[in-house]
């Protein structure tokens, strides 16, 4: 039956592309794609269809052959990393493998007569298992990040060897049996619980690579926030004696300068000498640090805050929260009108705990819901809110930064001194 023939023969590698395809789609693509896909299309289905008409016979490594080279016919098409292709194409064989076996199961109580059934319930098949992986994994994610996080190719390599072991073994089990029944549904079982475990660990890893990634950003921010905060202190240390002498020497202009040319000059020193006292020093070097920023940018502040409890945290951790609490609520408010630029700062003991409250007016389309950043530069911004909530629970506290009508709300939650 030649329909038959060329059914089987296609039926691998046309699955294995569609497979691929829900990756590869979101891959860069070569000049003259179009082309260089058909072209690559025809190569693997051309060599998939002479297998019956080849003088020796292939064996069933001419699947893992097709496999390596739809491999290697990415690189001809798109523009990526080794580790993208081999990624999605281990993605495709394990949905192409899943589908399969389902559909194998499936055919065992079927009479051989009805083999065009097959088509059907593998197509149907199929499309379960791609739709699941779509959803459960792809879609309204960030795929060009997916990517990014695939940097060791160890786990994708690891995961070829244990499909390609796992397809050998069954294949093999099935021809020394005879392709008997029970043994064509234990390798199918098989070949699903392997697929199945593929598809997570490839995942997974990707997910864990991320976060690895995003937590030595993260304390890179936390290094450079620790010699900031050196830095600014003595700075700050600096600016509030040289603000404390101008002002007595101000004093002593009364009668020689103008009273409103002399208020002007003082409220000018005032800028650099902040006279909210918070209780915490890292915090009170913070509000120093950006008054200047404040005044010049027209942007109201408050702050009403006595939270000294929570100065068993290290200096420099308190300074990375707040500055970067700051930074963000200073570049949302920025972009305002100037009669809607302000930050307001509350800060109490609540029992055992303190409350830090943070607000700020902030534009509609200003972030995100996930509250990623709105930048282009994913790989280099959005990490401050990160930042914080990692600081908040290594001191055992809670974080919670939301969008609430117009304005983006902070509330930390931070156990007092006596609680630690």
Known sequence: MIAKAIYDSLNFVVYLLLGEGLICHHLPRREYFPLKLAGAILILIGLAMVREWLPFSVGRFWYFFLFFLSIGLMSFVFKATWNSYFFAATIGYAIQNISYSLTTMTMIPIPEGFWYLEILINLVYFLIVFCVVFFAYVYKKNVDELFASIRNPRQTIISLIVIAVTGTVTLELIVRSGGTSSVIFLTDIISILVGILVLTSEFELIVSSRAKGELEQVRTIWAKDRKAYELSR?????????????????????????????????????????????????????ISEKSPYLVGHKIRFSCLADIAS????????????????FSNAIEAVEKLPVEKRSIHLRGMELGDYVSIHIENPCLAEGILPNLDTTKKDHANHGYGLKSMRLLVERYQGLMSAKKIGDKFVVDILLPSKKQV
């Open 310 to 325: 929570l100065s068993y945290i290290p200096r420099h951790s308190l300074y990375s929260l707040f500055e970067n609490a």
């Open 234 to 286: 003595e700075n700050i240390n600096l600016i509030n004696i040289k603000v404390h002498d101008l002002r007595h020497r101000l004093d002593n202009l009364k009668e020689s300068v103008d009273s409103g040319e002399l208020e002007e000059l003082k409220n000018a020193v005032d800028i650099y000498g902040s006279d909210i006292k918070t209780g915490l020093e890292a915090l009170n070097l913070v």
